[in-house]
């Protein structure tokens, strides 16, 4: 037992933290400023392209692919990566500096896997350059998409071609206008078993009968310049060959993408807790009221506590999660996988939370990040089945092992 | 002991359900889209006027005001008139249909109490003819305004004018190109004893050396039309006259139109969290995820169950507040006043945010008005004071009594 | 709507609470001290019928029975007797001082209602001039009773008389030397439809057959003199006349005397959780840490204001609830019955907790009352059925009335 | 990083869970009655001397000791015992068997670095046999104790002996009759600076003017047959000798215990925490309520999955603290430590309180070891320092750390 980072994290951490340091913090509140003032807002700033060739330069580039990508990525473990992925998520818009921003990684993964060589060619290239986004296609505004199985989109076969019908939202990274490709979950089967009947496939942006119809907010904010979009699918046809891996293994390839995506999503809510934690201390020590700083109440020094007691557990409990998946796969890290998914979100809710609080009116105001951290954080207790999905799943799983 | 509401507020409760069913939910989304989609996001739709001159057709009008103010308003006791704020409270936008909305409410009070005969004419008149708006300038960016005797503002008297100096935010209503006069709190003496120090005055908007800097954002909101500035003083100039009440007797007028104003705010976030439970009810039963609507899982049964209870003891606690306020008045009230804005915020927060969860990603969309509710509780936790404030006081006070 | 007791209610709680205050309070240590050491712990302390004799001729008896039974009984509506319900349970043993204990006073209820002069004779009147004592068997060990319908115990008619076979445990009261009268709960009909299968029936505790095996612990406590017995039936032989009401109907006389009983614990709980918040405020301002009386410590008058506010809120519900019953009787009002049920024994938990915790290790010694007034509340939680059952059927009413 | 614990924990650790389920499982109810049942409750049943000599046998002894103190123990590093603490954690009387033992522990780690030859032949080599046991007398009735510069006993110098006045309560230990040595703390100079002041000193039971008054309750448990005494020192004279360390450090002695200590008693909570999850998830499938298995209850399932992520967190917290106290020392892992104690008994409470009302009212009853463990872990939440101590220290920090 261990609980140290070994060297290569701690090299790769400092030289990340030393960026964040040298790079964006400085720019932070100009990056947004810039965002929420652009004429359009779903074109992301010329700044990140400047940032992305630094972050290149230093080597901290698509640090989130793993060894068997190789060439591709920096061959990191989850578990090595994971320490980085908390620093990015100190920023809200950091992730992309690196190449490591959702949906991208995932969908990087499934084309570095699946993609045939002129897929590979056409959209994982240009993702791992950073030139394009992408973006994943699955909840859907009419069913409780946390149950797979009610997915209603059609992907039917005629011909050369798949053609799909169907309505999406909430497909992130959707708005922004450097999006080129969407990887698109839908039925190919309605009759045959349930999770079966998926099948995940490639669709570009442009293709005809595609429509953006709107971008979806979340806890009031747009998220610009990525975004959630809304798209309608009518009679979208694309060659037969961009069906991912087979007719019916959607459910499959979901799977595969979860595991890394909840811990690199953890991880990010981690660094924002952290942050709103850091930020806290030090307004706390700021603010005068009733005679003395808020830093000498003892409630606040209660609170300040259990913040922290709070993030370093769901910390470790992510990091032990990275580190099982490492040695023993997808399969069986289920549990502790489902066990962050439900620790992590609303973890960095509460904190985030206790943080705007001790902020007072500031804490909700534009010119702190804490209150688009907590619609981040909040949505992310949704985002991939909410809450009450992963908890079924582990506690059912834990009572069947009990009584095994 | 008696918890039913009276004939009086039966009667105006019925008109004012059918009111709201009949006006306001139909008209709702697009009231909510038009602001969205206005030119100008500070200016309120037209409509607006229309709903105001059917409900005041209707008798539904400055309900808010009590007896004493006859004959302006509907001579309604705090109790009398809660049930009807809590209705009001389910519509966001609403109370203003009704000339019922803040900071409006607490400025008339004041008007109508401290206003010279040709302040009242001038301002407060049109006030409650709903014709112009008005804002409260209270809090300030620099320091802890929780703690009132920490506010900087100046407010200097020379000659026949007062002078003012300073920097406000969240001035709500400041934004609206409808507000027309403020009610601005400052120091007119930094020495005086701690309470004594402030003054209450009226500052015109368009006066001299008052610049309107920004909006500012609650929780990824900035409630337009409304909204919520940042507002500069440099040297404003105002007529002595101006000064209500009196130099050194801000802090006494603060205090007086705080009692109501927290059963305000409280009874119109157990309306909100009451329409979010009801939204939920409805959510729940028409959502089939895993084989069954999600109506039929324990834990939704449970959720609800809480949702009421929690819904139902704060509103029960509102109203004994009221009825409080109305035998005893404010001082001999300021307990119960303190425990409803440490309850109410905190439990409408709660409620709503379980049925966001209920609601899926619809929950957190534009879709639904549950994240605007949301933003709106999270933001009145910090409003006139954080909860923490409060709970000194209620605590405090507390403590001394059992030790008598 | 008027939130004040009415002058009933307001003379005999000022007498009732001059009562405590002379009579009770000051002896309070040296019962508990008694009831620890006696030879017997089953044996109820002599001084007990003398503190009787005293409330009877104060006027202070049997306050619990509503006028329907006079001329046994105050003759006290439910809202009029739920205050003085709270203030007798600010001491654990008092509420027989009174005569106003559970089981007693339901099963004085039902001997009233559905009693034979003979049966009334022999045990109400004995009941009513707290002679003797009773108790009611309904939990049995084997099934999760909270389900009434999993019950086991057979009563089976032979001849002239019913024929009792099962085991019950947590039946309170049967531990007492004076106990002499049982209610109990058991089926007649195992094939009936689901709530016609159970009845209730007399069973004296000198029965044949009737054997109380050993008292059972509550969450460390076996509440002596009183307990709480397992009890075994072979082959009990009573008269077929002790049946109540008739076969079948178990379930509905067990319904009627729920609605009263739940007020009365729940009043008795908030009544406990008051005097912890009265006990805490004392302490907090003796007990000096780190320089000073922990009263002064903010997240001390944090505590202390939310416990009052948690008990504020628990005891509305439950007044509203009574005046409910009051108006409307057991059935409409069992959305409500089921809230307070849910509230006020977490609320008593929570608030106990606290207390206990400012109060140190002292807290949880025998030197005050406090952890037996936890275990007290933490057993209500699933007396009568643990909270999830009552959450379930609110939940899954309020559900369906919000879908019409 | 590595969460994996070593081969000699590994090994170790499937010896003693062998151990458990062969020999203490089988007699833990027999054991407890056995308590119950003693003419003498503070005398330990003599199975507990075979117990021992079979731990002993089979290499299981003195676990707790760390390599410095060879050739006494097994020479374990904090994180290597962590894992085994929390075994023995899940049987309340089972530390004892192996040697382990509170407050035993401490008492021998302080003998063996501050005692002299004759103390250590005399207290140690019988304490590290198990053939007596032993006391820590800290804890004071009169004063807030977990401000330890509260503390009133004296001990005074006088010729080559100290005179001790004063008195302690909740002397964990002290009830027992094998108890023969206490470790008691007091102070040597009231003038000294505030740390200073205190001093630990030996005194043996059988000392003249040592009077053991009476059993103290923790939750209404008095834990037979270790038991919480309160001890009066009436001019209790020892040699100077028995002084431990010298004069005025008292407080470093404290300090040097605590880290240890807090580890064991954290883990002990999680392995009673984890036991209490392990009976849950056997009762939820065994009962039956309202036709199905509460298995198959959602809110079963979620509090399940709840409860797991809960005692997970804390054990990876737990035993981070190990690893940083085996590399790092005391002194740099006092905010791991205080964050230990302020998350593992909250926790334990927790989930025990969630397992208890899973069972119904077995689950507070004797037959189930619940109650009684969650009387332990509301205990742990006072002893050795509230949580509010623990959590003001711990904010403080952080807030000192984060302001550089």
Known sequence: MNFEYNEKTQTLLAKLKNFMQEEVYPIEKNYIHAVENAENRWQTPALMNTLKQRARDAGLWNLFLPEEYQPYGAGLSNAEYAPLCEEMGRVLFSAEIFNCSAPDTGNMEVLAKYGNEEQKATWLLPLLNGEIRSAFAMTEPAVASSDATNIETSITREGNEYVINGTKWYTSGAMNENCKIMVVMGKTDFDAPRH????????????????????????????????????????????????????????????????????????????????????????????????????????????????????????????????????????????????????APTMACNVIDEAIQMHGAAGTSQDFVLSAMYAYARTIRLADGPDQVHMMQLGRNLIAEANG
Chains 1, 2, 3, 4 share one sequence.
Request: charged share 25%; net charge positive.
């Open 196 to 343: 079966q009947q998926q099948s995940q496939i490639l669709v570009p942006m442009d293709t005809k009968g595609v429509t953006v119809v709107r971008p979806m907010s979340a806890m009031g904010y747009f998220d610009e310049p990525i975004g959630h979009a809304e798209v309608r699918f009518d009679n979208v046809r694309v060659p037969a060959s961009n069906l991912l891996l087979g007719e019916g293994r959607g459910f499959e390839i979901a799977q595969g993408r979860l595991g890394p995506g909840r811990i690199h999503h953890c991880m990010r809510l981690i660094g924002c807790a952290q942050r709103a934690l850091d930020m806290a201390c030090e307004r706390v020590e700021q603010r005068v009221a009733f005679g003395k700083p808020l830093s000498k109440q003892q409630s606040v020094r209660e609170s300040i506590a259990k913040m922290h007691c709070e993030i370093e557990q769901a910390r470790l409990l992510t990091l032990k999660a990275a580190d099982k998946m490492d040695r023993y796969g997808n399969k069986v890290s289920r549990d502790i996988i489902a066990a962050i998914k439900i620790v």
